[in-house]
């Protein structure tokens, strides 16, 4: 299982209705620290989600939404 975080732009702006994606986290705890930073520096919809090794190669916010981990 790898984790990542989904979020948009500052502004509200994602990328052409996809999320941008952050990721090549070692472990949970550092992708939720990763997370709360970008909430601090204002990043929009920041959410940490789940996925297999092999994920999609466009995640879009329902893969997110149905993948997401509290935080």
């Known amino acids: 299982m790898i984790y990542l975080i989904a ?7 994602d990328f052409m209705g996809q999320p941008y994606i952050l990721g090549d986290f070692n472990n949970l705890d550092e992708c ?3 997370a709360q930073q970008l909430i601090g520096d204002g990043y929009c919809y920041v959410t940490v989600f789940e996925c297999e090794e092999n994920a999609p190669e466009e995640i ?3 893969y997110v939404k149905r993948n ?3 935080f």
Do not use: F, I, R
Not at 7 to 13: H, L, V, W
């Open 7 to 13: 979020y948009k732009e500052k502004d509200g702006n």
């Open 32 to 34: 939720k620290a990763n």
């Open 60 to 62: 879009s916010w329902d």
């Open 68 to 70: 997401k981990m509290e």
